[in-house]
């Protein structure tokens, strides 16, 4: 009786090693990742802290679509039904689009919903998917949209400065409007280096994140 006891014994002692020795490799796997995960920790605050500052953006975004369907609501009401309008107004609907498109722009690239001129992203691979992500921005986007931001402040200091009115009788301000540009795209290119880092930080398996793209309807 006493054989298969410490038969038992035996056994039991061999697997508890196994378990230890697997949970040792596990946990020098998580020690070589965790000199990286350090160093990517304070740049993935900032990543972060640069979607809060563009949410906030969004948000206002968000309102000036409900604002400027309302402008255009009660546009068309007055025109038509007391015969009378206002082009303060009118240009009012479109100074707001241009915020809704400029300020939205980083909150769509954040959450990957930007239309891709493209018919087979959908279909790979997360990480090929953050491999052509990184390259896009590194390559296109923030170049592109460094350029254009660098054009357009000009454009609104000079506006700004002459205080530039609209040609339209009783029109608006132009400054505001044009300041959209650069605003919109300095907001764009903070979008794209957060996104950059995250990307780096997923390709490292340091952090987690949602590469689910769904194809817009054509």
Known sequence: MSR???????????????????????????????????????????????????????????????????VSAINATTRYAVDMSSNAWLELQWYMFAGIVMLGAPVVLRVNEHVRVDVIYGKLPNRTRAWIDLLGMIFFLLPGAILIGQMAWPWFVDSWINNELSSNAGGLARWPAKLAMPLGFALLVLQGIAEIIKRVAYLAGVYQMDTHYERPLQ
């Open 4 to 70: 298969p006891r410490h038969a038992g014994a035996a056994r039991s002692i061999l697997a508890s090693a196994k378990i230890n020795a697997l949970a040792g490799s596990r946990a020098s796997v998580r020690g070589r990742r965790h000199p990286t995960a350090l160093r990517m920790k304070p740049l993935l605050g900032f990543a972060h802290a640069i979607d809060r500052l563009n949410s906030g953006f969004g948000l206002i975004a968000t309102w000036l679509v409900l604002a400027a369907t309302l």
